[in-house]
């Protein structure tokens, strides 16, 4: 189970820290990133990071802005979220499982946490 935490309305130019906490299976050892869908919107991957935070990627949208991490010992991984712009609101759900930057890649999902970013 994947609980996100951390979302919230904030101003361009602001920043918001996002959690994503994981119970049971063996989470420390899966690829886990976020994907993020606007309304009208299909979902698009964000950012993922390897098992033990040794390689992260990112799509080109947030890089230099987003930053994503993890702590395996607490089970939770993070997406700092930095310089927010307008089309950076969403709805960001938080994946594991998964080897792409394909939705349909990733066997686990949380319920996703909203973020407003207001102009």
């Known amino acids: 189970q994947l609980v996100e935490s951390g979302g919230g309305l904030v101003q361009t130019g602001g920043s918001l820290r996002l959690s994503c906490a994981a119970s049971?299976?063996?989470?420390?050892?899966?690829?886990t990133g976020w994907f993020r869908q606007a309304p009208g919107k299909e979902r698009e991957f964000v950012a993922a990071?390897?098992?033990?935070?040794?390689?992260?990627d990112y799509a080109d949208s947030v890089k230099g802005r987003f930053t994503i991490s993890r702590d395996n010992p607490k089970n939770t991984v993070y997406l700092q979220m930095n310089n927010l712009k307008p089309e950076d609101t969403a709805v960001y759900y938080c994946?594991?499982?998964?080897?792409?930057?394909?939705?349909?890649?990733?066997?686990?999902w949380g319920q996703g946490t909203l973020v407003t970013v207001s102009s």
């Open positions: 994946v594991a499982g998964g080897t792409s930057r394909s939705p349909t890649g990733y066997a686990y």
């Open positions: 049971g299976g063996t989470f420390n050892y899966y690829r």
């Open positions: 990071i390897s098992w033990n935070g040794g390689s992260t």
